[in-house]
């Protein structure tokens, strides 16, 4: 499976974006997907992550109440609505398969597989 984010862009603190990761590949719906970042001079953290049959999510304490992961069966694709946005949210947002079929998955980078190439958010204070 390949994987594709998009939806990053500029925004001022408080506001709002929505990414998507989109998915080549009709094996994406079997697996969980999840959603990282990586800020300039940071390691990559985890954000998010769904289940395959999109019943469950669970967060990073950072974003909980604030972000809302969802899919989109149908259409292949993963969703990430990001509220009340801050400025330590900036950063390079990438999207990822999880590794196998347990859930849930885990909150490492080993955890997940088929890392797509990322897209930039930028929160302004």
């Known amino acids: 499976v390949q994987l594709q984010a998009s939806g990053g862009g500029l925004v001022q603190a408080g506001g709002s974006l929505r990414l998507s990761c989109a998915a080549s590949?009709?094996?994406?719906?079997?697996?969980?997907t999840g959603w990282f970042r990586q800020a300039p001079g940071k390691e990559r953290e985890f954000v998010a992550a769904?289940?395959?049959?999109?019943?469950?999510?669970y967060y990073a304490d950072s974003v909980k109440g604030r972000f809302t992961v969802s899919r989109d069966v149908a259409k292949n694709t993963v969703y990430l609505q990001m509220n009340s946005l801050k400025p330590e949210d900036t950063a390079v947002y990438h999207c990822?398969?999880?590794?196998?079929?347990?859930?849930?998955?885990?909150?490492?980078?080993?955890?997940?597989?088929?890392w797509g190439r990322g897209t930039q958010v930028t929160v302004s204070s």
């Open positions: 590949g009709r094996t994406f719906s079997s697996y969980a």
């Open positions: 990822a398969v999880g590794q196998g079929f347990s859930w849930p998955v885990g909150t490492s980078e080993s955890d997940f597989g088929s």
């Open positions: 769904i289940s395959r049959s999109a019943g469950s999510t």
